[in-house]
T-cell receptor, first 112, second 114 residues
Framework: KNQVEQSPQSLIILEGKNCTLQCNYTVSPFSNLRWYKQDTGRGPVSLTIMTFSENTKSNGRYTATLDADTKQSSLHITASQLSDSASYIC???????????FGAGTTVTVRA | SQTIHQWPATLVQPVGSPLSLECTVEGTSNPNLYWYRQAAGRGLQLLFYSVGIGQISSEVPQNLSASRPQDRQFILSSKKLLLSDSGFYLCAFRTGRTNTGELFFGEGSRLTVL
């Protein structure tokens, strides 16, 4: 069972609309959580990083939230653009391990 | 600046042929290096990681092997490819002695085994 669960698996939204992606994790001990954006056929690129003490972090139209108590994170995309079409991956780093835990990703399709 | 280069970008190989994917990192020293595989519509699966020259940890039993002949060079190999080896392979690195650093990915190598 994957210890980082993302939902929904995929979604389609109209250009200009907002959407929210969810990430629930069970891994520990928690160090930080990152959201990555992966365009089709490319390597993932980091969007935001959240540490244990941070609740909200923004990067342009992307806003990530973290509730370390419930082990939940979300990524909100505001005023979506066609270029937001990509897979968004939630990645959790542990404080005692070189490995990272990956979610399966949410595929976002923005349509004109 | 720190950069990562991975090649080849695309590879079509027959079953039973050998494989060599290369990855190099520039602009940093002693990075942690990773090889991941991503099947279509699936998440990233960690194949190998290395914390230093000659130090390779394998995550899953498979038909692949990895080597780190130099500090900033990571190679993924196979002696005989299987159909199931097809996929999108990503090399990545992370710096720093803690586990909080960002993971930087290469552009990926798409392998098709026929």
């Amino acid at each position: 069972k994957n210890q980082v669960e993302q939902s929904p698996q995929s979604l389609i939204i109209l250009e200009g609309k907002n959407c929210t992606l969810q990430c629930n994790y069970t891994v520990s001990p928690f160090s930080n959580l990152r959201w990555y954006k992966q365009d089709t056929g490319r390597g993932p690129v980091s969007l935001t990083i959240m540490t244990f003490s941070e609740n909200t972090k923004s990067n342009g139209r992307y806003t990530a939230t973290l509730d370390a108590d419930t082990k939940q994170s979300s990524l909100h995309i505001t005023a979506s653009q066609l270029s937001d079409s990509a897979s968004y991956i939630c990645v959790v780093s542990l404080s005692n391990d070189y490995k990272l835990s990956f979610g399966a990703g949410t595929t976002v399709t923005v349509r004109a | 600046s720190q950069t990562i280069h991975q090649w080849p970008a695309t590879l079509v190989q027959p079953v039973g042929s050998p494989l060599s994917l290369e990855c190099t990192v520039e602009g940093t020293s002693n990075p942690n290096l990773y090889w991941y595989r991503q099947a279509a519509g699936r998440g990233l699966q960690l194949l190998f990681y290395s914390v230093g020259i000659g130090q390779i940890s394998s995550e899953v039993p498979q038909n692949l092997s990895a080597s780190r002949p130099q500090d900033r060079q990571f190679i993924l190999s196979s002696k005989k490819l299987l159909l199931s080896d097809s996929g999108f392979y990503l090399c990545a690195f992370r710096t720093g002695r803690t586990n909080t650093g960002e993971l930087f990915f290469g552009e990926g190598s798409r392998l098709t085994v026929l």
